[in-house]
């Protein structure tokens, strides 16, 4: 939980944060077939009613408070996510918002301006969508199998490895990876992990003593597991493609590691884990999870808030860590203990009908305004570019390269120039056709990553198109970190233009750093590489919309100016 905090939170030393949702898959996954193995040991049976009404007492009420809040508070204070959660708050409900975005190329990366209000629970729908299933499956095979759990965790290690074949045969280079990212099939490889851990060494049936050898190996493979994920989340992003290789595989088995220590309370690590703090944190992970990120969308720096950095971090994680102490003990508790059922039965019927009807009117007024309210677009960009929050995904096919531009004669000096790029520079074309005159080409898209703009470089090249320009600019690494690698590549496909100018970015995402730090360390080893500061320019006042990304008209001039001045420059 702690480490998904700081990734959302934009923490540039800890890139694959997101690992801390496998690392939960995994327990979750350990945790349910131990309970269900347990009940099948003492009864022969498995009551399928009960399980899913012990996981409706423990997740729809926090749920529940939160969509009304979100629906109450959206619609105040954030009027662009309204479009947004009249679909995002049914599919909520039904616990499928991850296919939800998956159906509706939703990005879990690369979305600009305001972030979708709920697009966290898809991890939500993905447990769900297991609690649902895997009880019934289980039953079956040890119905069928007369209690065979090797069989289980067999057939569970299979299926996470069809999972992980399933991912890494999908990933593209050229293709936003969410819908990978959030698909039940390609997720289920931590899930898979941990039943097998489940059914081999159920939490309530451990030997009640293991020797100091023993304990020193477990202490070891966990220490082991935990040092494994710390690397993983540092050293990975989100669009590495060895995340997507068998990369979550890796950090599940790890996660497998950390729980079979975990789950011995004699172990060196079970104790450390079970620090006061940490057990705290556990305890409330559902509703730290659940209301950390509309916290941090409604907070977004310099856009909501007049905060960044460590001082706006430690503001969301205290609001979040408020929010899920007001919702353990007003909501989860009272209805995980019985407590509310029992208020609720204490009543009388016409006080019943009364509380019923008053909340089913709040839920009425609340939903109404939801639909009657119009949601503005968060940022209104430059002619030629499609609003924000309204990202297309990247194409699965890379467009042909526009014919080259006839060559200009050598006296004056030749002048045409080639731009390829993302939304900021679409956004600025109108801008840059105006400073060039007839003289520049725009190959630009919005949701562009940087792998499919070098592959569209290396069309152009193939195609001769590049041979007589006077200039390359590329403005690629808003939509995604530009890596020191893929700057190689750029410089070898360009190797033979006469100027390449690369402009650097401004985009409020957590990649901005690692994109612009490869782009300045890339323009150090090739001195022929000249920079385009952008980020310094779209720092100053009014350059930039209202979603910190795209320039305004007036930024549009800026951008363009820039441009103009840094292909003229002087070699």
Not at 364 to 385: C, K
Not at 434 to 446: C, H, K, L, M
Not at 487 to 500: E, H, P
Request: glycine share 8%.
């Amino acid at each position: 939980m702690a480490a998904v905090l700081l990734y959302h939170g934009g923490v540039s030393w800890l890139p694959g944060g997101f690992l801390g949702v496998d690392v939960f898959f995994a327990v979750s996954g350990y945790l349910i077939c131990s309970l269900l193995v347990e009940e099948w040991s003492q009864r022969g049976a498995i009551d399928l009613w009960a399980f899913w009404r012990r996981r409706a007492r423990r997740l729809l009420p926090a749920l529940y408070a939160l969509l009304f809040a979100v629906m109450v508070v959206a619609p105040v204070v954030a009027r662009d996510t309204v479009t947004q959660l009249r679909g995002d708050v049914p599919a909520a409900f039904a616990y499928m918002s991850n296919w939800w975005q998956v159906l509706h190329h939703q990005s879990y990366f690369t979305t600009m301006g305001r972030p979708p209000l709920l697009q966290h629970l898809w991890s939500l729908a993905v447990e769900e969508q297991f609690y649902l299933v895997f009880p019934v499956v289980l039953a079956f095979v040890l119905r069928f199998t007369r209690g065979r759990r090797d069989l289980v965790a067999v057939g569970a290690l299979v299926l996470g490895l069809l999972s992980t074949a399933a991912m890494a045969l999908g990933w593209r280079s050229d293709v936003d990876p969410s819908h990978l990212y959030y698909r039940t099939d390609t997720r289920a490889v931590a899930l898979c992990m941990g039943v097998a851990l489940g059914a081999l060494a159920p939490l309530f049936r451990q030997r009640a003593t293991v020797t100091r050898r023993a304990r020193q190996v477990i202490d070891v493979a966990g220490a082991a597991g935990l040092v494994v994920l710390a690397l993983l989340m540092h050293g990975l992003t989100d669009f590495s493609s060895r995340l997507y290789r068998g990369g979550f595989a890796v950090a599940a088995a790890a996660s497998v590691l950390v729980i079979v220590a975990a789950a011995r309370r004699e172990t060196r690590l079970a104790r450390v884990l079970g620090a006061r703090p940490l057990e705290w944190l556990g305890s409330r992970s559902y509703a730290v999870y659940l209301w950390h990120w509309p916290v941090f969308v409604l907070t977004r720096p310099h856009l909501d808030i007049a905060l960044s950095g460590w001082r706006l971090l430690a503001l969301r994680t205290s609001l979040t860590l408020v929010l899920a102490e007001l919702s353990w003990r007003l909501v989860e508790q009272p209805w995980r203990t019985g407590s509310a059922q029992r208020a609720w039965r204490s009543l009388t019927v016409d006080s019943r009908r009364r509380v019923a009807a008053t909340a089913f009117a709040a839920i009425v007024v609340v939903a109404v305004s939801l639909a009657a309210v119009d949601a503005p677009p968060d940022i209104l960009v430059a002619s030629g570019a499609q609003p924000a929050g309204a990202l297309a995904p990247v194409p699965t096919t890379v467009p042909a390269p526009a014919p080259a531009p006839a060559p200009a004669p050598v006296d004056p000096p030749p002048t045409n120039v080639l731009g390829v790029g993302d939304s900021v520079m679409l956004a600025a074309r109108p801008a840059l056709e105006t400073a060039f005159p007839g003289r520049i080409s725009v190959d630009a898209a919005v949701g562009r990553q940087v792998d499919a703009g070098l592959d569209i470089l290396q069309r152009y090249k193939d195609s001769g198109a590049l041979d007589h320009l006077a200039a390359v600019v590329v403005d690629l690494g808003t939509n995604g970190p530009m890596s020191d690698a893929q700057f190689d590549r750029l410089v070898q496909i360009l190797s033979g233009a006469r100027r390449v100018v690369v402009l650097n970015v401004r985009v409020p995402r957590r990649w901005e750093a690692q994109s612009n730090d490869a782009i300045t360390r890339g323009v150090t080893r090739y001195p022929n590489i000249v920079l385009a500061d952008w980020h310094s320019i779209a720092g100053t006042r009014g350059v930039l919309g209202r979603d910190g990304v795209h320039p305004t008209p007036s930024g549009a001039g800026a951008y363009s100016q820039l441009v103009a001045e840094t292909v003229a420059a002087p070699a």
